[in-house]
């Protein structure tokens, strides 16, 4: 199972851009790269999820490069609301029945 | 977005009870289903994989028997801690697989908080 590491905590302010990244070192080839967001004493939300190269909606935008060791996500001027735990998760139906592993996320706090 | 309803979202219960946790996906079939717990400030932790129609495969350390784990239809698994004690206070939450063409994504219930007297 790939094994994801990012950045225990992380500070910005309302509308700032902030980056979170993960490592995936071992991301294997038909793994996945997904977000979730987690506010306390809720399930993770669903933000992005991308293969290769650069996806965006509504809410972030997900930077793979071409080796895919390493994904981005940039959430673009964020609010107060956006205080949340943020996870980075490799993973792939085929080789993994679809199971994901949790890291420690990134805790992002955005302050006034 | 596809919606997976857990129920309840707390519960209290006085030590050596039985408490069941129902997870449901609203709008999609789903033949995998997951398991995690989480302690306050922790990350989650897999408990189990849930499979419609056979047994479920549960991580290492956990109890098989204690944590009970039935995924009798494709949109519905229930998570019955057995004899709860203290110690098994705890957040649970679920997750269900939502199958696409290419891919496949998660998406989790909003959790329930077990507290055991």
């Keep these: ?42 399930g993770p939300r669903f933000i992005i999820q991308g293969y290769k190269t650069k996806v965006t909606n509504e809410v972030a935008s997900l930077f793979i490069p071409a080796d895919r060791k390493s994904s981005t996500l940039s959430l673009p001027r964020v609010s ?24 420690q996320g990134t805790e992002l706090s955005v302050k006034p | 977005g596809a919606v997976v309803s857990q129920h309840p979202s707390w519960v209290i219960c006085k ?21 995690y717990r989480q302690f306050p400030k922790q990350s989650l932790m897999l408990m189990a994989t ?11 350390g956990v109890e098989k028997d204690k944590f009970l784990i039935n995924h009798a239809s494709l949109t519905l698994s229930t998570l019955t801690v ?18 696409g063409t290419t891919n496949e994504k998660l998406f989790f219930g909003s959790g329930t908080q077990l507290s055991v007297l």
């Design chain 1, 1 to 42: 199972l790939a094994k994801t590491t990012q950045p225990i905590s992380m500070d910005s302010y309302e509308g700032q851009e902030v980056n979170i990244t993960c490592s995936h070192n071992n991301i294997a080839t038909n793994d996945y790269i997904t977000w979730y967001q987690q506010f306390p004493s809720q």
């Design chain 1, 80 to 103: 107060l609301s956006d205080t949340a735990v943020y996870y980075c998760l490799v993973g792939d139906k085929g080789n993994q029945g679809g199971k994901l592993i949790f890291g």
């Design chain 2, 15 to 35: 030590s050596g009870t039985s408490v069941k946790i129902e997870c449901r996906s609203l709008d999609f079939q789903a033949t995998t289903m997951f398991w």
């Design chain 2, 50 to 60: 849930s499979n419609e129609g056979s047994k479920a495969t549960y991580e290492q």
């Design chain 2, 82 to 99: 057995t004899s709860a004690h203290p110690e098994d206070s705890s957040f649970y939450i679920c997750s269900a697989l939502r199958q």
